[in-house]
């Protein structure tokens, strides 16, 4: 039997008080004013290239696992960018410059659709009004039947939490207290009960949470 595609959202940073960014975003606090959940993130382990000047560990290891089978992911509009409302005529492609790391079909979910952006490396921002539901069924075709990763910001994995579209999360719960913000479980109470939820803990005090939604609730 063919593998099922899988609907994933993978090492999204979480504060012990449940959030995920700040309540702003700008160009210079792209995380909103919570840049301290990425204090000590080495972004290069996602395309799985170590640091040479650090020993392999747990973290990294557990990071990489970003972006593996994944055929296409889905965005809400600020992780693209600050803008909002209409689309400014301000050349912006996104925060990643020419080099974003998706190196897939990218959905940026937004009320102003417009072209699309296509980059060398293969990533392809399609800027879509759509419902969830409706999101990831383009996103499935989109990725071939590779599994689709909702890449945030929190807001938009709580919608797809909220509709119930989400498969398997990779958490990392970082060890600060962020006390405001965008709370990745607002109007969720109960999503545990969806889910087979594994955590290890890391000698650098990071809790890593793998939540895989328990069979009896897959469609």
Same mark, same amino acid.
């Given at each position: 039997?063919?593998?099922?595609?899988?609907?994933?959202?993978?090492?999204?940073?979480?504060?012990?008080?449940?959030? *995920?960014?700040?309540?702003?975003?700008?160009?210079?606090?792209? %995380?909103?004013?919570?840049?301290?959940?990425?204090?000590?993130?080495?972004?290069?382990?996602?395309?799985?290239?170590?640091?040479?000047?650090?020993?392999? @560990?747990?973290?990294?290891?557990?990071?990489?696992?970003?972006? /593996?089978?994944?055929?296409?992911?889905?965005?809400?509009?600020?992780?693209?960018?600050?803008? /909002?409302?209409?689309?400014?005529?301000?050349?912006?492609?996104?925060?990643?410059?020419?080099?974003?790391?998706?190196?897939?079909?990218?959905?940026?979910? #937004?009320?102003?659709?417009?072209?699309? %952006?296509?980059?060398?490396?293969?990533?392809?921002?399609?800027?879509?009004?759509?419902?969830?539901?409706?999101?990831?069924?383009? *996103?499935?075709?989109?990725?071939?039947?590779?599994?689709?990763? %909702?890449?945030?910001?929190? #807001?938009?994995?709580?919608?797809?939490?909220?509709?119930?579209?989400?498969? *398997?999360?990779?958490?990392?719960?970082?060890?600060?207290?962020?006390?405001?913000?965008?709370?990745?479980?607002? @109007?969720?109470?109960? %999503?545990?009960?969806?889910?087979?939820?594994?955590?290890?803990?890391?000698?650098? @005090?990071?809790?890593? /949470?793998?939540?895989?939604?328990?069979?009896?609730?897959?469609?």
């Amino acid at each position: 039997m063919a593998r099922r595609a899988q609907v994933r959202v993978d090492l999204m940073n979480v504060s012990l008080d449940g959030y *995920a960014a700040g309540d702003h975003i700008t160009i210079d606090e792209p %995380i909103g004013g919570a840049g301290e959940l990425f204090a000590n993130f080495d972004g290069r382990v996602i395309a799985g290239v170590q640091n040479a000047d650090a020993p392999i @560990g747990a973290d990294g290891l557990f990071n990489s696992l970003w972006g /593996q089978g994944i055929g296409a992911e889905i965005m809400g509009r600020g992780k693209f960018g600050p803008q /909002q409302g209409p689309w400014p005529d301000d050349g912006w492609r996104g925060w990643w410059e020419d080099e974003p790391p998706f190196e897939t079909p990218v959905i940026v979910l #937004t009320h102003y659709e417009r072209a699309p %952006i296509e980059f060398a490396n293969g990533t392809v921002f399609h800027f879509v009004d759509a419902t969830p539901a409706r999101a990831l069924e383009q *996103a499935l075709e989109l990725a071939n039947g590779l599994d689709v990763r %909702i890449g945030g910001g929190p #807001t938009t994995v709580n919608e797809f939490l909220r509709d119930d579209l989400v498969d *398997a999360m990779h958490l990392t719960v970082q060890p600060i207290v962020l006390g405001e913000g965008t709370s990745l479980w607002s @109007g969720l109470g109960g %999503i545990h009960t969806r889910f087979d939820i594994e955590s290890v803990t890391t000698s650098t @005090g990071l809790i890593h /949470q793998f939540w895989n939604r328990l069979r009896d609730n897959r469609n």
